[in-house]
């Protein structure tokens, strides 16, 4: 920028610093006050305990002594391709699975495994793709048809998450009985694109889960896993690194509601925040590079769609084997990395934390495995180096396909952003 336009832009970036009510400090005092109103009823986020917020040092967690896995720990993680589009309509997505293991004494034969996935939507009706296997030594892979479901800007993301998740669950699946640690898997515990999808699809919404088999496949994938887990009394933890989810906020406004919660001056109080993970940044701001902080747990309720409430795994009720869809909730807590800030969200199934000493562990258990990496567990980056796809990798299966060209986004910047997201209606 030459300097007319940067000085422009300093005189407005002046105009806002200038009036935002409070400064970095008083924000995170005025966060912590309003955290503590999550102890009030309503919203979809209750409280397992009284909410509260704590501090460990690092070389606690290093040498804690009553960690009840201390076998090797297990992470599981899909790369992708990242959806690319072809100039005569195709589109295809493929995402790689594998799971890493670390520990002194651990056995790496796992990780020679992997998943291959392949996603691919095409509404020729003169094509004759149709869904395939094919496998190499250790590595399984398959093409699956997407369905036809009419153009929608949300396609080739709704192609993308399911060539991920299938890869992931299948692979989890395939590899269940060799787990005999807890695995951290990258990502929500359950795969909530997918899982949304089924519960539109029952109450009349349309989704790719309308006519297709495979998000109800995916999300029994995970849930099966979750089961052979818990009958070994070993752990599964979902690591979410980012997230534009706004599930404590809008519970916290609606308990700010529903108790007609006010400041000194009787004013209804303001929650300005608009991303979970901002929020718990606030709250669990600290100075010191030597402690990890975090938060008590949390359950996700149930879901309001149209005047209907729902658990996640409510379409997949009748699969489960310990519990009806309640018992399978997503608990979850928060924690701040001392070095950069960034803030994971920790979540398990209900079931595995519902009691309290439970609880306890496996959030020392994780917090033991994040302080050792100051970053997501070993296992999950073990897991990421080992399945990822590079920019190299892409290119060569990009040009895989000879068929047609590759089209590629020069809109990149958004400058046509406001054009593609109007929906127009016949």
Same mark, same amino acid.
């Given at each position: ?118 996603? /691919? ?22 093409? /699956? ?136 940044? +606030? ?19 149930? $879901? ?32 701040? $990395? ?30 033991? +495995? ?57």
């Amino acid at each position: 920028m030459e300097a007319n336009a940067l000085s422009v832009v300093r005189n407005l970036f002046d105009h806002i610093d200038a009036n935002v009510p409070r400064e970095q400090d008083e924000q995170a005092v005025y966060a912590r006050e309003l955290f503590d109103y999550l102890s009030h009823l309503g919203g979809s986020i209750e409280a397992l305990e009284e909410p509260n917020y704590q501090k460990t040092q690092l070389s606690e967690l290093g040498t804690w002594t009553e960690d009840s896995w201390e076998q090797p720990t297990y992470g599981l993680d899909a790369s992708t391709t990242q959806p690319i589009e072809f100039n005569n309509g195709l589109i295809v997505d493929t995402a790689y699975a594998k799971i890493g293991v670390v520990g002194q004494d651990a056995d790496h034969t796992i990780e020679e495994g992997g998943t291959v996935k392949t996603v /691919v939507h095409f509404a020729d009706s003169d094509s004759t793709l149709h869904d395939t296997d094919a496998a190499e030594g250790n590595v399984e892979g398959e093409v /699956v048809r997407f369905p036809d479901v009419g153009r929608s800007r949300n396609l080739s993301k709704d192609i993308a998450t399911a060539a991920q998740h299938l890869a992931e669950s299948e692979h989890l699946v395939e590899n269940a009985a060799s787990v005999d640690g807890v695995c951290f898997i990258d990502g929500a515990v359950y795969p909530l694109g997918v899982a949304y999808w089924l519960l539109l699809d029952e109450i009349g919404r349309s989704t790719p889960a309308g006519a297709w088999d495979v998000p109800r496949r995916i999300l029994s994938n995970y849930a099966g896993f979750i089961d052979e887990q818990f009958e070994k009394d070993l752990p599964v933890v979902g690591v979410v690194k980012t997230s534009t989810m706004d599930e404590v906020l809008t519970a916290l406004d609606e308990k700010i509601t529903r108790h007609n919660l006010t400041d000194n001056d009787g004013v209804r109080i303001d929650v300005p925040w608009t991303r979970d993970h901002q929020f718990m940044g +606030e709250v669990l701001r600290d100075s010191s590079l030597n402690h990890l902080t975090y938060t008590s747990w949390f359950v996700q309720e149930e $879901l309001p769609l149209r005047n209907q409430s729902f658990d996640l795994l409510s379409s997949i009720e009748s699969r489960l084997s310990h519990g009806d869809a309640s018992d399978y909730r997503r608990a979850f807590f928060y924690l701040r $990395l001392p070095k950069t800030g960034d803030v994971l969200r920790v979540e398990a199934p209900y079931l595995m934390v519902r009691n309290q000493d439970r609880r306890r562990a496996i959030q020392y258990k994780t917090l033991k +495995e994040i302080a050792k990496k100051q970053g997501v567990p070993g296992a999950v980056g073990r897991a990421d180096r080992i399945a990822r796809i590079t920019s190299e990798n892409r290119e060569t299966i990009r040009n895989m396909i000879r068929s047609s060209e590759a089209s590629f986004d020069h809109n990149w910047d958004g400058r046509w952003s406001d054009i593609e997201d109007i929906d127009f209606e016949p």
